[in-house]
């Protein structure tokens, strides 16, 4: 069986946003910076995935990005395709910001935990892509 064309309407809405995202990144030339903001919005997690891997070709061409992100998803195919290339690690930066909670200021600490050339993340804040593992524990 196979499915009629799509339309625009019958299509989700998670392609409108990566769209601006895929277009910036393709036009941009080596050394521009591009700043993007939840790429994972509306998309499914393998659309986020290959939204990672696609981070990950823009700056081995020489694209510099700052992404902000909540996906594990994004993150995974950023490391993954360190891991097929076994380098360009160095090209990464991880930056996660923790707040101090037991402080009554808004007080963050700057974590910069780092990447090696098979995608591995020397170490893991607290808070930091850690829900999946909080849920199985109450699971299991």
């Known amino acids: 069986m196979t499915t009629p064309e799509f339309r625009p309407t019958n ?18 030339q ?4 591009v700043i993007i903001e ?18 990950f070709k823009a700056a081995v061409g020489g694209l ?6 909540h996906s594990d998803h994004v993150l995974n195919g950023i490391r993954v395709s360190i891991n097929k290339h076994k380098k360009y690690s160095d090209l990464v930066n991880v930056v ?3 707040r101090d909670k037991k402080s009554k200021k808004h007080i ?9 050339d098979n995608g591995r993340i ?10 999946w593992d909080k849920s ?5």
Request: aromatic residues 10%; hydrophobic residues 40%; without cysteine.
């Open 11 to 28: 299509v989700g809405f998670g392609l409108t946003y990566a769209l601006p995202i895929i277009t910036s990144i393709l036009s941009s």
């Open 30 to 33: 080596p050394g521009d910076i």
């Open 38 to 55: 939840n790429p994972e919005s509306h998309l499914h997690p393998s659309g986020q995935f290959k939204l990672g891997e696609m981070l």
């Open 64 to 69: 510099q990005t700052i992404v902000e992100t």
């Open 96 to 98: 996660f910001f923790e």
């Open 108 to 116: 963050s600490s700057i974590l910069k935990p780092k990447l090696d």
């Open 122 to 131: 020397d170490s893991w804040p607290v808070g930091f892509f850690d829900e």
């Open 136 to 140: 199985l524990i109450q699971l299991l």
